[in-house]
């Protein structure tokens, strides 16, 4: 018996089963051998009184983990064991299709909204959301730019200045007065359409419809310079932007990008972005959201799909790779709690099995980011137990006709259930029989005959760490 290891490779459903990709890498994750468990969501605060759309984390001066959650008219605080508290300095008017948008400067978590003037709360002394400024601007979306809050997209006198770019004074996010001795000021980018987005930290990137726009700053009089460094590629939605470490993540027009503020370089190109054009329903895009994982290194982007689904593209920013998702929840944020004692815990359950969490969790771990998410009125992190995973390889052919006889899946700490998909002929339609358990000896039992086939390979365990590859005894059967 002569064994054939079938190492799990990329995924890359825009290419054809016989490259040598993976055809389906789902509820998993990339590493840099094989693929990894990615947790269930479990719910960390549930039953807010409206809709949740956003999450933001900051500390106080003590070092206690603030978690703010957004809806469309109001922001509450929530404290460690889920307990929401209004914190709105008013009723918002948050626009449909658009959403409260968080930013940290120094002790104030500041916030746009595209209807109220910009809010803070100081997380020394506030108890409420306030009015950063009498005169301060509305916007729809906010950063923080070196040693300014920086706005974009704004609403002036009710006329939108859809391509102005504004800043606060120099370490003040309370004055907006245009002034070369405070250097609040503004600028008007006159090509590349309107802006969509805006990252920030030692420069500026403005996403715009057709292009990226760096910001630096310079000092007086001019206080930013603004130097184009893509004209053609975009931002497509809004809401498919994310930042990790001076990296901007986004959607073009024809698909996934990364920035650094000098290249913007494809990370989907003839990987994923046909398949997700060809999966999105588009007239549901202002539904996306998008998030990173700092711990797993990741950045996620939540879409709707056909039949009112969503699912998640979940990229590998130290792999390269991409891997998808169920997305049970409808937001991605985000999260971060206070530390959670043991006493506490009574208060999310009344029995430690039912947490679906481990204690080790970072969701229990005070000042510990983790990706979240928001279903209706709820509050949830990705820390719970290993989602049931799916992996199928391409089509393997050995030059003839030939059965599949035997699997050994190789799961770190784990097991797995396998299943075979042959046929003949590549445009059949790919059928997989009911998935067979491996036995004590780690063997799968098969039978199974064609000239090209696709092993499933469904990883088990709770335990389980790392899906490397499966081992298949191929034998040819020949032909009449």
């Not at 609040?184 to 805006?198: A, C, K, L, R």
């Not at 996620?300 to 997305?327: E, H, M």
């Not at 929840?329 to 959670?340: K, P, Q």
């Not at 137990?385 to 006709?401: E, H, M, N």
Request: glycine residues 8%; negative net charge.
């Amino acid at each position: 018996m002569a064994m054939q290891r079938i190492s799990f490779s990329e995924w890359l459903p825009d290419q054809p089963g016989l490259s040598g990709a993976l055809t389906t890498a789902s509820n998993v994750v990339s590493q840099s051998i094989g693929y990894g468990p990615l947790p269930l969501p479990v719910s960390i605060a549930a039953s807010a009184d409206e809709t949740l759309y956003t999450l933001h984390t900051t500390q106080n001066a003590a070092g206690t983990t603030l978690l703010f959650a957004g809806g469309t008219t109001k922001v509450y605080q929530v404290s460690p064991v889920g307990a929401f508290t209004n914190v709105s300095g008013t009723t918002y008017a948050t626009p449909v299709k658009n959403r409260i948008r968080f930013t940290q400067f120094g002790r104030s978590t500041v916030f746009a909204n595209d209807a109220d003037k910009i809010q803070y709360f100081d997380s020394g002394s506030s108890t409420a959301f306030a009015d950063v400024a009498a005169d301060a601007p509305i916007a729809r979306y906010i950063t923080v730019v070196r040693d300014f809050v920086v706005v974009a997209n704004e609403l002036v006198s009710s006329v939108r200045k859809p391509s102005r770019v504004r800043w606060s004074g120099i370490n003040d996010e309370t004055t907006w007065a245009f002034s070369q001795t405070t250097q609040s000021d503004f600028q008007e980018i006159p090509d590349g359409g309107n802006i969509v987005g805006i990252t920030g930290g030692e420069f500026g990137l403005i996403l715009m419809d057709n292009a990226i726009v760096r910001m630096s700053y310079i000092g007086t009089p001019f206080v930013f310079q603004f130097d184009n460094i893509s004209r053609g590629i975009g931002c497509f939605e809004e809401n498919t932007v994310a930042q990790y470490q001076g990296i901007t993540f986004f959607l073009s027009a024809d698909g996934f990008y990364m920035c650094d503020g000098q290249q913007v370089t494809p990370i989907g190109s003839e990987k994923v972005d046909r398949h997700f054009f060809a999966t999105l329903t588009l007239s549901e895009i202002h539904t996306m959201s998008t998030a990173i994982d700092p711990i797993r290194k990741l950045v996620v982007w939540s879409y709707p799909t056909v039949g009112n689904k969503r699912k998640l593209l979940i990229y590998n920013f130290k792999t390269g790779r991409w891997t998808s998702a169920d997305a049970v929840v409808d937001y991605l944020s985000d999260a971060s709690t206070g530390d959670i004692t043991l006493e506490q815990l009574d208060s999310i359950s009344g029995s430690l099995d039912d947490l679906g969490q481990s204690l080790d969790s970072s969701a229990f771990i005070g000042g510990q980011h983790f990706l979240g998410g928001t279903k209706n009125a709820d509050i949830f992190s990705f820390t719970g137990l290993p989602r049931t995973g799916l992996i199928q390889t391409g089509d393997i052919d050995v030059g003839a006709a030939s059965m599949v006889k035997l699997a050994m899946p190789q799961i770190d700490n784990g097991s797995a259930s396998v299943a075979v998909a042959s046929r003949n002929r590549l445009d059949v339609e790919v059928v997989y029989p009911a998935a067979v358990a491996a036995s004590d000896e780690n063997r799968v039992s098969l039978r199974s005959q064609g000239r090209y086939h696709r092993i499933s390979v469904t990883p088990t365990g709770d335990n389980w760490k790392n899906a490397i590859a499966v081992d298949v005894d191929i034998v040819p059967t020949g032909a009449r």
